[in-house]
Nanobody
């Protein structure tokens, strides 16, 4: 059974940094796009950053220049380095892995993590 385990959230002061990690496990053959989304109460979930298996990256305009996404395909892990954090970055951050395949012959399925809370406050 595929599982995504997120870590790295917490409380940080404005201007500080955090690094989120999301490790996928469960007999995985390959993962297509890995990404981070965030959702504030009462709002829709929005893309923060995503990275394809080949390394193409997409960032939300609000985080460009401050956040960096990376992945380790050998470890099935995606990271989000968040610098110069602002109070408006306070959110629950969710990891999403698209088209996780457990064998070559299957199309694959999308999975979400349970979320990790990031709070930026003095």
């Amino acid at each position: 059974q595929v599982q995504l385990v997120e870590s790295g959230g917490g409380l940080v002061q404005p201007g500080g940094s955090l690094r989120l990690s999301c490790a996928a496990s469960g007999g995985i053959f390959s993962i297509n796009t890995m990404g981070w989304y965030r959702q504030a109460p009462g709002k829709e979930r929005e893309l923060v950053a995503a990275i394809t298996r080949g390394g193409d990256i997409n960032y939300a305009d609000s985080v460009k220049g401050r956040f960096t996404i990376s992945r380790d395909n050998a470890k099935n892990t995606v990271y989000l380095q968040m610098n110069s954090l602002k109070p408006e970055d306070t959110n629950v951050y969710y990891c999403k892995c698209e088209r996780i395949r457990r064998r070559l012959t299957e199309y694959g399925m999308d999975y979400w993590g349970k979320g990790t809370l990031v709070t930026v406050s003095s």
